[in-house]
């Protein structure tokens, strides 16, 4: 119907806001609470939400270009949607049939489409996995559970929590009495604390602090309702620990690009043949690397868990967090030592794009992930020290 907003145009409308913020909240550290308020009003929070849930319904195309968007305006705030956006898009893509065949109660279901449907309605999610000493890598963590008083007794401590002290909820993966790991929706209250920690290089603004946990957390807050699916999920279906940060690095290289064409254009330096031919060489890169996401996008929405899908999955971010570093490095040298004075976009938008081949996987373990499928070997089983 012409004239509805669809989420990209929300998204294309609210990525000028958030550029405009992203300055203050860059230099002071501080979590884009603004940014998410927009996002809760114009119902993007539920973007992955089934449309009989009050949803957009949106596929994983659909988020990719979403993130790209977003990104464009504030890559710290389309890192936070990113985490939040890959809780619900894995419980609301996630086929039945997968996790009955796994052994999943039928009361999970309705469980899940609570969080969905709260989500819609603005609750916000964050992630809570990594650790000091062991990263993302789910099989090293410390953070321990138990059955307590008809729940679950968890305790540890998280790093890298984005958005810590301001979502409504928590995925924490914890180890179980059995060696298990287990993910739990963990609703904030008594039992979180968050510790200001971060005071990084790039993405500052992404209020990833440290999460204290000493808590008793409901029954039904086990996703999945069975113990020890973690792993198992993250290797057949890797998209939203892998490829999801891929759609927000393209938004980043591509936010490099606008921002130094403006600035040559502005003072008259795309007269020099050497400038034009390092916008010219980032141009093709971000348009390549886009067509790269959006493939692996396509693939994760007509053919799930595949292996060619997943192959797509780890190449799109590999290619995307080395682009969104290269392109950005790339265009402050071709604007020059101004745009290296704090407060200049370009400055911000580099050390934000730094980041990109360190988050999970990093593109040393992508490429290794690669490098064994391209010779024949299974990646997930025969790598010497295991991925997740």
Same mark, same amino acid.
């Given at each position: 119907?012409?004239?509805?907003?669809?989420?990209?145009?929300?998204?294309?409308?609210?990525?000028?806001?958030?550029?405009?913020?992203?300055?203050?909240?860059?230099?002071?550290?501080?979590?884009?609470?603004?940014?998410?308020?927009?996002?809760?009003?114009?119902?993007?929070?539920?973007?992955?939400?089934?449309?009989?849930?009050?949803?957009?319904?949106?596929?994983?195309?659909?988020?990719?270009? @979403?993130?790209?968007?977003?990104?464009?305006?504030?890559?710290?705030?389309?890192?936070?949607?990113?985490?939040?956006?890959?809780?619900?898009?894995?419980?609301?893509?996630?086929?039945?049939?997968?996790?009955?065949?796994?052994?999943?109660?039928?009361?999970?279901?309705?469980?899940?489409?609570?969080?969905?449907?709260?989500?819609?309605?603005?609750?916000?999610?964050? @992630?809570?996995?990594?650790?000091?000493?062991?990263?993302?890598?789910?099989?090293?963590?410390?953070?321990?559970?138990?059955?307590?008083?008809?729940?679950?007794?968890?305790?540890?401590?998280?790093?890298?929590?984005?958005?810590?002290?301001?979502?409504?909820?928590?995925?924490?993966?914890?180890?179980?009495?059995?060696?298990?790991?287990?993910?739990?929706?963990?609703?904030?209250?008594?039992?979180?604390?968050?510790?200001?920690?971060?005071?990084?290089?790039?993405?500052?603004?992404?209020?990833?602090?440290?999460?204290?946990?000493?808590?008793?957390?409901?029954?039904?807050?086990?996703?999945?309702?069975?113990?020890?699916?973690?792993?198992?999920?993250?290797?057949?279906?890797?998209?939203?620990?892998?490829?999801?940060?891929?759609?927000?690095?393209?938004?980043?290289?591509?936010?490099?690009?606008?921002?130094?064409?403006?600035?040559?254009?502005?003072?008259?330096?795309?007269?020099?043949?050497?400038?034009?031919?390092?916008?010219?060489?980032?141009?093709?890169?971000?348009?390549?690397?886009?067509?790269?996401?959006?493939?692996?996008?396509?693939?994760?929405?007509?053919?799930?868990?595949?292996?060619?899908?997943?192959?797509?999955?780890?190449?799109?971010?590999?290619?995307?967090?080395?682009?969104?570093?290269?392109?950005?490095?790339?265009?402050?040298?071709?604007?020059?030592?101004?745009?290296?004075?704090?407060?200049?976009?370009?400055?911000?938008?580099?050390?934000?794009?730094?980041?990109?081949?360190?988050?999970?996987?990093?593109?040393?373990?992508?490429?290794?992930?690669?490098?064994?499928?391209?010779?024949?070997?299974? *990646?997930?089983?025969?790598?010497?020290? *295991?991925?997740?």
């Amino acid at each position: 119907m012409t004239g509805v907003a669809t989420p990209l145009t929300v998204a294309a409308e609210l990525a000028p806001r958030f550029a405009a913020r992203a300055v203050a909240h860059d230099r002071d550290g501080t979590f884009p609470a603004d940014d998410f308020a927009d996002l809760r009003d114009r119902g993007m929070l539920g973007l992955m939400v089934p449309e009989r849930l009050g949803g957009f319904g949106a596929s994983f195309g659909d988020y990719a270009d @979403v993130a790209m968007t977003l990104a464009r305006g504030n890559a710290a705030t389309a890192l936070v949607f990113n985490m939040h956006t890959s809780i619900t898009g894995a419980m609301a893509l996630t086929r039945d049939d997968l996790p009955l065949a796994l052994g999943v109660p039928d009361e999970y279901f309705e469980r899940r489409d609570e969080w969905l449907r709260a989500a819609a309605k603005g609750a916000f999610y964050a @992630v809570a996995m990594s650790e000091r000493g062991a990263g993302s890598r789910l099989s090293k963590i410390a953070t321990a559970y138990e059955p307590e008083d008809g729940g679950w007794r968890i305790r540890g401590t998280k790093t890298f929590c984005s958005g810590a002290g301001h979502a409504d909820a928590y995925l924490v993966a914890a180890r179980g009495p059995a060696g298990d790991i287990s993910q739990f929706l963990v609703p904030a209250g008594d039992g979180l604390t968050v510790e200001e920690t971060w005071d990084s290089l790039g993405m500052r603004a992404t209020g990833s602090h440290d999460l204290h946990l000493d808590v008793v957390a409901p029954d039904d807050s086990l996703l999945g309702g069975v113990e020890g699916l973690t792993l198992l999920l993250a290797q057949v279906m890797p998209q939203w620990l892998v490829a999801s940060y891929a759609a927000v690095y393209v938004g980043v290289a591509q936010s490099a690009v606008d921002v130094a064409c403006a600035y040559v254009d502005e003072r008259g330096l795309g007269r020099l043949p050497a400038v034009r031919a390092r916008v010219g060489r980032a141009e093709a890169r971000v348009a390549a690397t886009r067509l790269a996401v959006l493939e692996a996008a396509r693939n994760v929405d007509e053919a799930p868990g595949t292996p060619e899908t997943n192959r797509w999955v780890w190449r799109a971010k590999l290619l995307a967090g080395e682009t969104a570093m290269d392109v950005a490095a790339s265009m402050v040298e071709a604007c020059g030592t101004a745009v290296t004075r704090r407060g200049n976009p370009l400055e911000r938008i580099f050390r934000d794009a730094r980041c990109g081949s360190l988050q999970p996987a990093t593109s040393d373990v992508c490429a290794d992930w690669l490098g064994l499928a391209a010779l024949g070997r299974d *990646p997930e089983n025969e790598a010497e020290v *295991p991925r997740w």
